[in-house]
């Protein structure tokens, strides 16, 4: 229906354009960029102004098209309708806030396209003036405020939403946005609370909401002290942190979903083994692209309650049975007045609805699983920027969830076990896993089959270095976890340790060692792949499940010396010439060193054995016999700091990267919102006819 | 019948008005509004605190002796001690001040003497004309003497059609502790249901006195109401006085009208006489003499109000601690007194926290499978967590808590085909008095995080010596200290975990790199030996647990030794540091019906207490049920227990070898202190078993602690019913080779002690026969459960005591039974049976 109004509303727009005859509204918006004030010789001008529908494109295009000279001229007017614009946001009459906050939306679109080279002052004295721009402000975000806290209609508020977002996202980088100063001073920080925390309005504004705090939480993230990120960081409301956890859950759950969808779609074509050999080129289609940027504000939203806020972390093991229903039903539950907590009747939420409808096929799941699953479809990919970005981001958030004792508490929980369907990339090799046969495990044993899957198919020769890094440290700090804490996982670490993955990563640099060298540090890597065998050469005893299993690490390692051998000739060659590698190299040589102690301990009683018993080729089982009766001639050197890393830190080392995402984001943001604005046309009508 | 109540209250005015003020001095003191509200009813104040509710019921006629008698030695008592308690406005005809009699049996000997003058004279002649002294004499002497206890109450309670012997006992249930008659609770109740008016009308006053005492009596009331009313049909339900009755208490009227005076009499010395009054009454004096029940209806208002307005203002702040706890904070000043301005709605929380239980047992029960089952269950009571702390406790507790949280990853579904029942563990802090003190204060899940990372490193198993001794470094030779000191810092982060606190997740913050400034350090050599060593001891070392199995999902929780899960949640637990921190446990049950569970629980308990009693050292374990309605309800569950089903699947041992296993080799000490509880219980549970013919006994109904004690659960067949009739176990009760082994053979000492306790243990409930014939038969009244199906229940049950026996004749029919037992095909038939039919071994 939208669709065809819009149409409708276009058609309007083009035939009026070829009348002589202009609108009212317009021939007053002529009045505003004259000279005089249009106040005075029509004192009701601005009550009929905010009665009139908004021309937004009209307005825009006539503050675009003022010159210098012209804005010193006409100042005054656009100071005065910028004031009565947020008076009007006063006004009982719906029509005229609705006007008002579009008739905004356009003066700070229109005057930053104007002067895109303009300070922030200027802008702000054409806005406001100088002197005037403080209580403007304050009042603008004041009664933006009321009307989102207050009991007003739903698309209003949703319109507030998105003139913030508007506002928020008018400058490519948000940093350089001087009306937001005023935005932090005047915080809506509450607002953004509150309606995350309420059910109804969280499924009909919580998108928004988020990036839009998201949005705030980045302005001048670096240079001053930004409120929302103190405010962020202390908030303790569990059903607020889940509010904001349900609209990530269900915004990457759609984006799953969509990717499913397209998935089968071209399964069951006719090119199906087509497509899974050459793999992930339908997945970068027009539509896919523009579903991952806007998944990137709600990813940075993500991170920034999962980095600020330690409080979040018990929302990402939250599970939320009702969310897992594929539509999500924007039905606003009646809000009930809540009680205070000690007499709040438990559970609302499941007593408001006891006939959700129960598939028996779904599985209860959680923002983390979700989380996990969208980063393996995010992750495939990482040729095109954005998913690179997004990516990133994702590894990112595991790194700071990693590090987390709460998260990692519940990840390596026993009792909660889950089935995590994780993408797989389709490859040649290997035939797509049977998703029905995935055993129920702690969360933990996703994470790193997702950190697996990513080391094994992403050798290429435009080499992620950054994110084979930040893959393997997050490998790290999970060990240093099972190790202080000797949780015995029962994973199939060989998986890790040979399969294709660590061994054979090790192998990739050596034989691409000149062009990776070109443009990495790949001895970094190297140490921290050698370290994570010594964590388990030398700490295997505290968290490896199995005996067998430390007996099959030494197989591996034996089995695969030549890998480590070379790496160590490698290393050895770049230590000793003189270079900018010398010292990253050489502390490979000395990590190396158990390594090496074991292929050479190992090696010849093995040679001996075979030799002893005439086999020629020795089975694995025998292989580990040797193993096990030769450790004890085995002396290893304990190594320092194995178990330590280093603690992420956004600053100073991503500082980079996240300017650049958020610059990413806002332009997305302030397309989409552009938009999704011209629909509030729609919304409008809507209004005129009900009001 | 008003004009009736009056003569007999005339003679204590003083009494009756006393709690008056002290009503009106509850503190509603932090409710700004209430003063205000409670003004204009004052003009109408009647002069007697009665409640409307008892009148209409006001029907009986009591032997006026009995009656005044009563009545007297209430009065005397009164005055004797200055005890002021609560008055229960609600009086029934006779109008008898219901006054706490408190606990000594002796004061009322004193007044034996005392010939009361009948008050009302007229109505008094009409009763005394069916007076018959003879027999009441010495019944009344029993009544009065020290023998008479409220198993005896509760049985002439029954019996008796005497309508003046009714309303006497009714009277002195007040004499009684209150965990003597709670015992008794569902026979009270369902006599008031069930029977006629005049046993009803006796009943009534002492149940709504403790109601009005009591919330967590109210809610017990209120669930076995609904649950013994049940049976009727659903015309005469609706009107029925049980359904009238839970209506009342669950509509909250039943609000303390007084100083709470049960707990502790002597603070409330000060407080007693009308006229002495007035310290606590403070500035509300006012509302003096108000009709409780409008008092009621102006502070629930108000209290309405106060809730809004503070929930208002709670919204935006975003961590805040309990309202109430503020308004507690102001009523502590006055300790005695009631505090009833609390939660708006006494009941309400508490309800609302079963009502959700319940909700989570029916939206499980719609799920497939075991493993969607567990984690729906751990995503509901996730988000049931959120809604704790709160005023709600588990009745099954025996002590006053408040519940804080539940650990959501430890709860498990239980084995169960068509129904989902769920075994929760549940945090609470124990408090003096649920009612009163004040809720605890929220903390968020991870606040324990960062400050526990210091205590929850030695929890990795190992004792500080093990961890001491995890790294056996093989020092270099030439620098012996050197190499010490190394090895510390290798074990900083065990040893000396506070160095390093302050980071906060105590993973120290040096990078990687650091490796390069061990160039400069002497090299430590560890073997590589070592460490597959201790690998190896240390995968022994742990405990044996049975495999995580998602098919039966509760047989590794139920497998870790109680204490243990105790230790292990308390130090994941936000409230764990906490010195009033306990867990419980609970079996919520949802669409099965725990009547029968209870009435089981009944007998096992009296069966218990007998053999105590007698000094028969059988063994049994009642485990308390709490009978929320018709279809669901509570369970406590046996700590540290398996059943043996999961014992036999998880070991594949057979019993006696799994004892073995689990205790030692045959000689040891343990082996034979558990073998000796294993009889000890296996005859309790044989007796039980044979009194109460307890049937579908199969292996997964019957538990193993870890002491070798087998503990009997699920009595869902009983009496006079058995599951699908199809014949099997004739035999009067389960005793298959594999638990005689355990005893140690069919001609061991052990299995003689066998015997020899089960005659003992039958001759000891033989003696107090009565004591367990009447809890069967009174529940038999009005009741449609299956287990008194057919008109020869009781007669049976009767027979199994065999009175008419000889010890020696006894003996021999205990053989006979054993014996029968033993080679009874028909359990083995069972077991086989419930094997293909339901997968228990």
């Excluded at chain 1, 008739?103 to 002067?115: D, E, I, Y």
């Excluded at chain 1, 002893?612 to 016999?625: D, T």
Aim: net charge negative.
């Amino acid at each position: 229906m939208s669709q065809v109004e819009k149409k409708a509303g276009l058609l309007r727009r083009t035939s009026s354009s070829k009348k002589p005859l202009k609108e009212k509204v317009v021939l007053m918006y002529d009045e505003i960029f004259a000279k005089e004030d249009p106040a005075k010789n029509n004192p009701r001008f601005w009550d009929e102004l905010f009665l009139m529908k908004v021309n937004l494109e009209y307005l825009e295009s006539k503050l675009e098209s003022v010159d210098g000279e012209e804005v010193q001229r006409i100042q005054d007017n656009i100071n005065s309708l910028f004031h009565h614009c947020v008076q009007a946001l006063g006004e009982e009459h719906q029509i005229k806030v609705v006007n008002a906050l579009q008739t905004l939306c356009a003066l700070f679109r229109g005057v930053h396209q104007k002067n895109k080279s303009a300070s922030g002052f200027d802008i702000i004295n054409m806005l406001m003036g100088f002197d005037k721009a403080e209580q403007r402000m304050k009042d603008l975000m004041e009664r933006l405020d009321g009307l989102l806290c207050g009991d007003s209609s739903e698309s209003l508020k949703s319109l507030c939403l998105k003139l913030l977002l508007c506002l928020v996202t008018v400058t490519d980088n948000i940093s350089q946005n001087t009306i937001l100063e005023y935005v932090m001073i005047n915080s809506i920080f509450e607002a953004i609370l509150q309606i995350l925390s309420d059910v109804s309005s969280r499924g009909q504004h919580g998108y928004d909401a988020v990036v839009l705090l998201a949005l705030l939480v980045n302005y001048r993230k670096y240079e001053s002290v930004n409120p929302y990120i103190v405010k962020l960081s202390i908030v303790d409301d569990e059903p607020t942190l889940d509010g904001m956890g349900m609209v990530v859950h269900q915004a990457l759950t759609e984006y799953n979903r969509q990717y499913k969808d397209k998935e089968e779609e071209n399964q069951g074509g006719f090119f199906s083994t087509l497509t899974s050999m050459v793999g992930s080129m339908f997945i970068a289609d027009v539509d896919e692209k523009l579903s991952v940027q806007t998944n990137e504000a709600i990813l940075l939203a993500l991170y920034e309650a999962v980095h600020l806020n330690r409080n979040f972390i018990t929302v990402l093991a939250q599970s939320h049975p009702e969310i897992d229903i594929p539509v999500t039903p924007t039905t606003p539950t009646p809000t009930t007045p809540t009680t205070p907590l000690g007499t709040t009747p438990p559970s609302l939420d499941m007593m408001n609805n006891p006939e959700l409808p129960l598939d028996p096929n779904l599985q209860t799941s959680n923002l983390l699983i979700t989380f996990l699953k969208y980063a393996s479809i995010v992750m495939q990919d990482t040729k095109d920027e954005h998913r690179l970005n997004s990516a990133r981001l994702c590894l990112i958030i595991l790194t700071c969830i990693a590090e987390d004792q709460y998260a990692d508490a519940f990840l390596h929980d026993d009792n909660m076990n889950f089935r995590v369907n994780l993408h797989r990339m389709p490859m040649r090799h290997r035939k797509k896993a049977v998703d029905k046969n995935i055993p129920s495990r702690p969360l933990v044993c996703a994470v790193l089959d997702l950190m697996v899957e990513f080391i094994v198919t992403h050798m290429m020769k435009d080499f992620p270095m950054d994110l084979y890094l930040r893959c393997v440290q997050i490998i790290h700090k999970l060990l240093c976890y099972q190790k202080k804490c000797r949780i015995r996982l029962h994973y199939t670490w060989r998986e890790l340790w040979s399969g294709k993955a660590l061994i054979n990563l090790l192998k990739f640099l050596l034989s691409n060692e000149t062009t990776l060298l070109a443009k990495h540090n790949i001895f970094h890597l190297a140490l921290l792949v050698v370290n994570l065998f010594n964590m388990f050469i030398t700490y295997g005893d505290t968290f490896l499940p199995t005996s067998n299993s430390y007996d099959e690490l030494y197989y591996e390692i034996v089995r695969m010396h030549q890998v480590f051998d070379n790496l160590y000739c490698m290393v050895l060659r770049v230590s000793t010439n003189t270079g900018q590698w010398k010292e990253a190299a050489s502390k490979v040589t000395h990590a190396l060193v158990n390594v090496r102690a074991i292929i050479n301990h190992f090696n010849p009683k093995i040679e001996s054995y075979a030799a002893v018993n005439h086999i020629s080729q020795l089975s694995e089982e025998q292989v580990l016999e040797v193993v096990r009766s030769n450790y004890d001639t085995l002396t290893l050197k304990l190594q320092d700091g194995l178990d330590q890393f280093e603690r992420y830190s956004e600053q100073p080392k991503e500082a980079a990267f996240f300017k650049e995402l958020v610059r990413s984001i806002s332009l997305n943001v302030r397309k989409n919102v552009s938009l999704n604005t011209l629909s509030q046309d729609v919304l409008l009508k809507e209004f005129s006819t009900i009001s | 019948m008003m004009e009736e109540a009056e003569p007999d209250v005339s003679p204590i005015p003083s009494d009756q008005n006393s709690p008056s003020p002290s009503v009106s001095s509850s503190p509603s003191l932090s409710l700004p509004s209430t003063p205000s509200s409670c003004g204009p009813p004052q003009a109408a104040t009647p002069p007697l605190c009665v409640i409307s509710e008892g009148t209409s019921e006001l029907s009986l006629v009591i032997d006026a002796e009995v009656a005044q008698r009563a009545c007297q030695e209430v009065l005397q008592k009164v005055k004797l001690r200055q005890v002021e308690g609560d008055v229960t406005h609600l009086q029934n005809g006779a109008g008898l001040e219901a006054e706490p009699a408190a606990d000594k049996p002796s004061k009322i000997r004193e007044e034996d003497d005392h010939d009361a003058p009948a008050p009302g004279s007229v109505k008094s002649a009409r009763r005394r004309q069916r007076h018959n002294p003879s027999k009441q004499s010495w019944l009344l002497r029993l009544f009065e003497s020290k023998l008479f206890d409220v198993s005896m109450a509760i049985s002439y309670l029954h019996n008796s059609k005497e309508p003046g012997v009714q309303a006497y006992i009714g009277n002195r249930l007040f004499s009684f502790p209150h965990e003597d008659v709670d015992f008794y609770l569902p026979q009270l109740l369902n006599m008031y249901i069930h029977m006629d008016e005049d046993v009803g009308d006796a009943i009534k006053p002492y149940v709504v006195h403790r109601c009005r005492q009591s919330i967590s009596f109210s809610l017990q009331c209120a669930w076995l109401l609904g649950a013994y009313s049940s049976d009727m049909h659903i015309s005469t339900q609706r009107h029925s006085r049980g359904t009238k009755l839970r209506k009342l208490i669950l509509s909250d009227e039943l609000k303390p009208a007084g100083p709470r005076a049960r707990r502790d009499p002597l603070t409330l010395t000060p407080f007693c006489p009308a006229a002495a009054h007035g310290g606590g009454s403070g500035p509300l004096g006012g509302d003096h003499g108000l009709s409780p029940s409008k008092r009621t209806h102006q502070r629930s208002k108000s209290d309405a109000t106060v809730s809004i307005s503070l929930s208002s203002n709670l919204k935006r702040t975003a961590s805040n601690p309990k309202v109430e706890s503020s308004q507690d904070e102001d009523s502590s000043s006055s300790d005695s007194l009631e505090f009833d301005s609390g939660p708006p709605v006494r009941l309400a929380p508490q309800r609302e926290f079963i009502k959700s239980l319940m909700g989570i047992g029916k939206r499980l029960a719609t799920l497939p499978t075991k493993e969607q089952k567990t984690q729906r269950l751990i995503s509901e009571l996730s988000l049931l967590n959120h809604k704790l702390p709160a005023r709600v406790w588990l009745p099954t507790a025996a002590f006053d808590h408040h519940v804080v949280r539940v650990p959501h990853t430890q709860a498990v579904v239980l084995n169960s085909k068509d129904k989902a029942p769920y075994l929760i563990y549940v945090e609470v802090l124990e408090c003096e008095n649920f009612e009163t003190s004040s809720v605890p204060i929220r903390i968020p899940e991870n606040r324990i995080r960062s400050t526990r990372s210091v205590e929850n490193l030695p929890d990795c198993g190992m004792t500080a010596e093990q961890r001491a001794g995890s790294f056996s470094v093989v020092p270099n030779y030439d620098n012996d200290d050197e190499a010490w000191s190394v090895d510390d810092i290798g074990e900083l982060q065990v040893e000396l975990p506070e160095v390093h606190t302050n980071s906060c997740d105590n993973i120290s913050q040096f990078s990687v790199d650091s490796i390069t400034s061990l160039e400069s350090k002497e090299p430590v050599f560890i073997a590589a030996g070592d460490i597959r060593r201790r690998l190896s001891e240390q995968l022994a070392q742990a405990p044996t647990t049975f495999k995580r199995d998602p098919e039966d999902p509760s047989a590794v929780a139920l497998k870790e030794p109680w204490e243990e899960k105790v230790r292990r949640i308390r130090e994941g637990s936000p409230y764990g540091h906490l010195p009033n921190w306990r867990l419980l446990s609970v079996i919520v049950k949802c669409g099965d019906d725990l009547r029968q569970e209870l009435l089981a629980f009944q007998v096992l308990q009296q069966l218990k207490s007998i053999w105590e009693q007698e000094r028969v050292p059988l063994w049994i374990k009642p485990y308390k049920i709490l009978v929320l309605s018709a279809d669901s309800g509570m369970i406590e569950p046996v700590v540290n227990a398996v059943s043996l089903h999961q014992v036999k699947k998880q070991s594949q041992l057979s019993l006696l070898d799994y004892f073995l296993q689990e205790h030692g080799a045959p000689t040891t000490e343990a082996f034979l202190s558990a073998q000796r509880n294993f009889v000890q219980s296996c005859a309790g549970y044989s007796l039980i078993c044979y009194l109460l013919q307890v049937k579908d006994r199969h292996n997964g109904n019957i538990l193993l602690d870890a002491d070798g004690h087998i503990i009997h659960i699920d009595f869902g067949f009983i009496l006079s019913s058995s599951p699908k009739n199809l014949g099997f176990e004739t035999s009067a009760f389960k005793l298959t080779s594999e638990f005689v082994d355990v005893m140690g053979g069919p001609d061991g000492d052990m299995f003689n002690y066998y015997k020899m306790l089960m005659l003992q243990g039958l001759i000891a409930a033989r003696k107090h026969m009565d004591r367990v014939l009447q809890i069967v038969e009174i529940m038999q009244q009005g009741s449609q459960l299956p287990c008194f199906h057919g008109s020869s229940t009781m007669r049976g049950l009767k027979e199994r005591f065999h009175m008419s026996l000889t010890e020696e004749q006894l003996q021999l029919l205990i053989d006979q039974l054993v014996d029968g037992s033993m080679r009874s095909l028909t359990t083995k038939l069972y077991d086989g049976f419930q094997y293909l039919t339901n997968g228990i071994m």
